[in-house]
């Protein structure tokens, strides 16, 4: 296999490099970004087992203003074309995508590269147009009769009115197509949702606006599914801790588990929105009724792909195996109550404890007004310790994320991950 990887910014570019670097005989990624951060803060682009690094032009603007559609725009032709001089330079006969401005703009180019002779591990994209559209995600587990929060699309400010008149509030309105929580706001007032909406709307017509679904906890169901739509692979761990990065709430801790909910509804969803591949179905576990509720379908492997390959499940070999007409192979059986972590996530999370908390004290102390809605105050510090504690250290199986370790053999990417984080983590809390 000669293999192209794309959106290195991605950590899960560089865990599928990790699973196919055996098999590869060489390896080529691409870059993006006018400034050296933005090219080099993908862990993927500083790994050594990189055979050689091109820099293509960014054609994201197209996608996140919402414009998808069969034929490319003049932005995503130069890219594709910067991929086809690539390919024939490089001999590649494999490109392996795992954003989703990349999985759909190749999507809807596989016929061409295949032409070629370059198989593209990405779904079809007349089923990718409904995953990539949220509303039309919504749509389809509705038909299946997979629980969905309350929600409508809303394109015009009469419409929002009437709309929230039926959706109670709070509200989140959210681009129809996005990645990583970009733009999503959560608002509690009428009027403050009228400038939200303004604002989303400019930036991608018509977002969809939901009710607040107040969370439990967090239920993921990681897919791989093949060409006639069966599951090949299905992990949904059980969430220990999660951690508040604005309106998101990422799973810190989770742990292995053979007891899935909903596990027909959710091959009724697979066949109902007609797309294969790696994916992550995402739900939160509503504090009312118990209920998982659907937020989105992620058509692609995640940053999360490593509690699967750490369990011994190569999902990115057997996923390359499916696209090229290959039978899968045997896929192992992962073990029951395997705790799951990733200590740079964690030390952050404590760190960003320490921080909020001594503010909160600090304020309290000069009088100031504290706020016990803030997202730290859920998170009390000796009680993080303890869980820590007793997920670090006990006799329990464990696995630690495979992005932390290789500072012997392949030292660059988990040193410029904790740089990035970091630096993330700042900029966060300055803006």
């Given at each position: ?35 050296w ?67 759909y ?16 591990v ?9 995953v ?59 009027d ?26 967090k ?33 810190a ?18 066949r ?21 509720k ?40 992962f ?5 799951l ?6 030390l ?84």
């Amino acid at each position: 296999m000669k293999l192209l990887l794309t959106n290195t910014q991605e950590d899960q570019a560089y865990l599928i490099l990790r699973c196919l670097r055996h098999e590869a005989s060489r390896i080529v990624v691409t870059q993006t970004g006018a400034s050296w951060w933005q090219r080099w803060s993908g862990i993927a682009a500083c790994s050594r087992f990189v055979n050689k690094r091109y820099r293509v032009p960014d054609f994201y603007a197209d996608w996140r203003a919402g414009i998808v559609q069969a034929a490319n725009t003049p932005g995503e032709e130069r890219y594709i074309r910067r991929i086809e001089e690539i390919c024939a330079a490089e001999a590649i006969d494999t490109i392996f995508p795992s954003f989703d401005p990349e999985v759909y703009v190749f999507s809807k180019n596989t016929a061409r590269f295949a032409a070629q002779g370059i198989v593209v591990v990405a779904p079809d994209f007349e089923a990718l147009t409904r995953v990539l559209d949220k509303s039309l995600t919504l749509a389809a587990a509705r038909k299946v009769k997979f629980p969905t929060p309350e929600g409508t699309v809303v394109d015009r400010p009469q419409a929002l009115t009437a709309a929230i008149e039926t959706i109670p509030g709070p509200w989140v309105l959210k681009p129809r197509c996005n990645a990583h929580g970009v733009n999503i706001v959560m608002v509690s007032e009428p009027d403050a949702l009228l400038d939200a909406f303004t604002r989303l709307n400019n930036l991608q017509p018509s977002p969809l606006l939901q009710t607040h679904v107040p969370a439990q906890t967090k239920r993921n169901f990681y897919l791989l599914v093949n060409r006639e739509l069966e599951l090949v692979s299905l992990f949904s761990p059980r969430v220990l801790r999660t951690r508040s990065t604005g309106v998101r709430s990422p799973c810190a801790a989770v742990e292995s588990s053979h007891a899935v909910p909903f596990v027909e509804e959710v091959k009724a969803l697979v066949r109902e929105t007609g797309i294969w591949g790696g994916m992550t179905v995402q739900t939160i576990v509503d504090a009312r009724d118990g209920q998982p509720k659907l937020m989105e379908i992620n058509p692609r492997f995640g940053h999360n792909l490593w509690y699967r390959t750490e369990l011994g499940i190569n999902e990115p070999l057997i996923l390359a195996r499916i696209a090229r007409g290959e039978a899968p192979g045997e896929i192992p059986e992962f073990e029951e109550g395997v705790i799951l972590l990733d200590p740079l996530w964690d030390l952050l999370h404590l760190l960003g404890q320490c921080v909020d908390q001594a503010g909160t004290w600090l304020r309290s102390r000069l009088g100031g007004r504290t706020d016990d809605s803030d997202p730290h105050a859920r998170d009390a510090i000796p009680e993080l310790l303890r869980s820590f504690r007793s997920e670090y250290f006990a006799s329990r199986p464990r696995r630690l994320s495979p992005l932390n370790r290789g500072f012997l053999s392949d030292p660059l990417p988990p040193l410029m991950r904790i740089l990035r984080v970091f630096v993330e983590a700042l900029q966060r809390r300055s803006a």
